[in-house]
């Protein structure tokens, strides 16, 4: 993992990977309810999305 994804949280708010993402919090929640994001966890009324998860996405796609 390189330092800079190290310095994330282990599990990331939507608002912070709508930051990572370039995107906004509408669109990550829409991606969310289509089940496009892996690692989402709910917790109540929070979304939560695993790192490692994201990262492990994130690095497929690109």
Request: proline content about 5%; charged content about 30%; hydrophobic content about 45%.
């Amino acid at each position: 993992m390189n330092p800079r994804a190290a310095s994330l949280p282990e599990y990331l708010k939507a608002e912070e990977l709508a930051a990572l993402l370039r995107v906004s919090r509408k669109t990550i929640y829409e991606a969310v309810a289509r089940g496009e994001i892996p690692g989402a966890l709910r917790v109540g009324r929070l979304i939560r999305f695993r790192r490692d998860a994201v990262l492990e996405w994130l690095a497929d796609t690109g």
